[in-house]
């Protein structure tokens, strides 16, 4: 039976072929970490009552346009 689990971001980031493409297309880590965690936060706030979602705050989307 194949396992169907989805590779967490951790060993995708850890993949030698991984690491070479980001590097020739001078991708840094520390950004795709960012962007994953700006992209949960916005699905979790899609999830929250919308009375809720003034009030929360994540200064990491002070980066996004």
């Given amino acids: 039976m194949i396992n169907n689990i989805e590779p967490t971001l951790?060993?995708?980031l850890s993949e030698p072929i991984i690491r070479l493409v980001m590097m020739r297309d001078g991708?840094?880590?520390a950004d795709v970490r960012a962007m994953m965690e700006?992209?949960?936060y916005r699905l979790n706030l899609g999830r929250l009552p919308a009375s809720v979602r003034?009030?929360?705050h994540n200064p990491c989307?002070?980066?996004v346009n």
Avoid: C, G, R, S
């Fill in 10 to 12: 951790d060993e995708l």
């Fill in 27 to 29: 991708i840094d880590i």
């Fill in 38 to 40: 700006q992209a949960k």
């Fill in 54 to 56: 003034p009030a929360v």
């Fill in 61 to 63: 989307l002070n980066t």
